[in-house]
């Protein structure tokens, strides 16, 4: 049995009619009266939905206020359980199809299956063959619930994913605790595709402090470090398949960043890094001092206290870094003093280490904290390198070892 709460309304949240019109009669929506009429009906069908305005960001980056619904729908899978939606109504409703996700609470993973992707949205028959007046709210809840029967949607986490939520939230604690005297506010700009997902949440429910969680380019206006961390990896199966998607990403991110922040360091995390980070030179027309990838840090970082351990030296142990493409490619430079034995048992080591999110997080934090601070701490990221004033390998980025801080 999940640990799912049963469904109940939400008292104190506007459900009116007279509501609805505000909302609706404050946006842009075309065909208002139809709008509100389906929204009543829905409200009546389902008392346990409530509306609000929010939002919504599309994957090209362009930004809409949309009225959406939030509520669950009830289904019956040997036991009954009652599953989290959303729904964003486009501003040509009814003549469009609303925008459906899952909406599942933290201890819920996402059963990515054929009407449910791995960002939770739902895709439905009844969706593609949308039809007004044939096609309603009510008629998509009801095929929502049918298919969810024979296929249900979400699960309830294992232990070891709740352990691993534990580890990414003391990741966070780190993380904040970090930035404190490193930055006087930090800006999550969500991006991604409807509702705030997973990591987003967990900021929003412990209510960090100094972080403002926005999707509105406006909120970075004259930041000092942009990172990117945006990725559409979606079904693919290595990090090249998806290099156009992420490109197209960054097409719509890029220039309004560069706009609002016109003096920022970009530092990139976003796969390929090489690539992405040279997209990201590109986009912004900034100088290439001001736009470096994340490239070997976090390798190099693990890779000196590795070979640190084995020669029992911290000195000689400093000398050593990853250089090159991210990934498989990469490569070592030690300092001759370190045994070439000791220097190839390190790499075996790091090769059985993983890229967790926070983990590259944490490696994030490292750079940050070196720019924001003016460390001129020794870094190995990804940077344009320039030949003769040539571009070598034809705009690819590599890692080097370079000193991270401001000019002067």
């Known amino acids: 049995m999940l640990g799912w709460e049963k469904r109940k309304g939400r008292a104190g949240r506007p459900r009116r009619n007279a509501s609805v019109w505000v909302f609706v009669s404050r946006s842009q929506y075309k065909f208002r009266d139809l709008t509100v009429e389906e929204v009543t009906a829905v409200s009546r069908a389902h008392p346990n939905f409530c509306f609000s305005m929010n939002t919504y960001t599309f994957k090209d980056g362009s930004q809409k206020d949309l009225l959406n619904f939030s ?11 009652n599953i989290p939606i959303r729904l964003w109504i486009l501003d040509s409703h ?23 992707d791995a960002h939770g949205r739902i895709y439905l028959p009844y969706l593609q063959n949308w039809s007004h007046p044939k096609s309603t709210i009510i008629g998509l809840i009801k095929e929502m619930i049918a298919k969810f029967e024979e296929e249900l949607p979400l699960y309830s986490l294992s232990s070891s994913d709740a352990d691993r939520q534990s580890e990414l939230l003391s990741y966070i604690a780190r993380i904040t605790e970090g930035t404190d005297g490193v930055a006087d506010k930090v800006v999550l700009l969500d991006l991604s595709e409807g509702a705030a997902k997973g990591g987003t949440m967990d900021l929003e429910i ?13 909120s970075s206006t004259d930041s000092k470090v942009v990172v990117l961390t945006v990725n559409s990896l979606g079904n693919a199966q290595t990090y090249l398949d998806v290099i156009q998607s992420n490109v197209d990403l960054f ?22 890094v090489e690539i992405m980070t040279y997209v990201s030179w590109k986009l912004s027309a900034f100088p290439k001092s001001r736009v470096i990838g994340v490239g070997g840090n976090l390798d190099t970082e693990r890779f000196q206290y590795i070979l640190t351990k084995l ?19 990469k490569e070592t430079m030690a300092a001759r003093n370190s045994r070439e034995k000791v220097a190839n048992r390190a790499v075996e080591v790091l ?27 020794v870094h190995s990221v990804s940077t344009l390198a320039k030949v003769n004033e040539l571009l070598i390998s034809s705009g690819c980025h590599y890692n080097y070892v370079i000193y991270t801080g401001f000019d002067n």
Not at 96 to 116: D, Q, R, S
Not at 208 to 217: A, G, H, Q, R
Not at 314 to 329: N, P, R, S, Y
Request: charged share 20%; net charge positive; glycine share 10%.
């Open 71 to 81: 509520g669950t729908v009830p289904v019956k899978y040997g036991n009954s359980y």
């Open 94 to 116: 009814p003549f469009a199809p609303p925008i459906c996700f899952l909406k599942p609470t933290a201890n819920m993973g996402i059963a990515v299956g054929k009407h449910v």
């Open 206 to 218: 412990f209510a960090l402090p100094n972080v403002e969680i926005s999707k509105d380019f406006s």
């Open 251 to 272: 097409r719509g991110i890029i220039p309004a960043i560069s706009h609002y922040s016109q003096n920022s360091m970009l530092l990139v995390a976003s796969q390929p």
């Open 311 to 329: 020669l029992q030296a911290e000195t000689l142990g400093k000398d050593a870094w990853i250089v090159g493409e991210q990934g498989e490619d």
């Open 351 to 377: 090769k059985g280490k993983g890229q967790r999110s926070w983990s590259v997080g944490l490696s994030v934090a490292d750079l940050t904290d070196s720019i924001l601070k003016d460390k001129r701490k």
